[in-house]
């Protein structure tokens, strides 16, 4: 029971901590740093909530979630649950529970993941039918709507896409401003941050913090990409673009790709953080939380293999 009690202590150590980051405001101050926590919970959140049904479960064993899975599976192979004292209800509907709960999160990744890679094919199918080379906006694919749109289409064969509109719309400092952003999310791989979160709350569509972690996670990445993109522009040109996208009414970015522009609340946290930034987190305490969140990542493949 000391394996189970650990993981469920774990758990809920992560479920807490979830719901008191998504009212953290420090995160905006570090948002690779925050990115990389709020990754650390969740993958620590499915194997020590999956872990604790599978310890309590697996316990008669005496070897741990991963060598009791291979025991039981060594069992079940002869024809039996294991030892006799395993055989109560509640262990067994642990067993169920914990292997079925582990199951859906890995399937509902990888649907989520097969389901973004089609809508990104077919998105590029389109763009190369309807899509132009623009000698203004070099290596950027020009679509001929009025409309204010700009997002990128991650992935192998990555490609940013803005609108007649857009180049009508914004000035060359704000366009620069706002290619600089597209191009952040291209090179640092932000749609696979996201993709676990999506997955998440689609395993889980009742949960309000599931929604509230994935949009904060969200607007951490577009943060993310607003702090590379001020390197090569001023910060100043991104927030009037934002603020030209928004009194535009932007187009809703196509599905699998990511866009410039938010919900209103998001576009305005951004704007203020790019006009009035905050102090930067001092090195030391970035480096403290790195180190928490590989030490809390490491925590719960560990358990499962303590013998119980």
Request: charged share 15%; aromatic share 6%.
């Amino acid at each position: 029971m000391i394996t189970a009690a650990a993981l469920a202590t774990l758990a809920l150590v992560c479920a807490v901590g979830a719901w008191r980051f998504t009212r953290a405001r420090w995160t905006y101050r570090a948002p690779h740093v925050a990115i990389v926590l709020w990754q650390a919970l969740g993958v620590t959140w499915g194997l020590a909530g999956t872990g604790t049904l599978l310890a309590y479960a697996l316990e008669p064993y005496g070897q741990g979630v991963l060598h009791g899975l291979a025991a039981f599976a060594a069992s079940a192979l002869g024809g039996g649950y294991g030892p006799a004292e395993p055989y109560d209800l509640p262990r067994i509907v642990a067993l169920i529970a914990g292997l079925t709960a582990l199951v859906v999160l890995v399937v509902v990744l990888l649907i989520a993941g097969a389901q973004t890679l089609r809508a990104r094919h077919r998105h590029r199918t389109l763009l190369a039918l309807v899509a132009r080379e623009d000698p203004e906006v070099p290596g950027v694919r020009v679509v001929d709507y009025p409309g204010a749109t700009a997002y990128c289409v991650p992935g192998l064969r990555s490609q940013v896409v803005v609108s007649a509109g857009t180049l009508k719309l914004l000035s060359p400092a704000e366009l620069s401003a706002v290619l600089a952003h597209e191009t952040a999310h291209v090179r640092e791989r932000h749609d696979l941050v996201l993709l676990p979160f999506a997955a998440l709350r689609r395993a889980l569509p009742w949960s309000r913090l599931v929604a509230n972690v994935q949009d904060e996670v969200s607007l951490l990445v577009e943060m993310a990409a607003d702090d590379v993109a001020r390197r090569y522009c001023s910060p100043r040109r991104l927030a009037t673009a934002l603020l030209r996208f928004g009194t535009a009414g932007a187009v809703p970015t196509p599905n699998g790709a990511m866009g410039a522009a938010g919900s209103c609340s998001a576009v305005m946290a951004r704007v203020e953080r790019l006009v009035t930034p905050g102090p930067v987190l001092p090195r030391r305490v970035r480096y403290s939380i790195v180190a928490f969140a590989v030490t809390l990542t490491a925590s719960a493949p560990l358990l499962w293999l303590v013998p119980h």
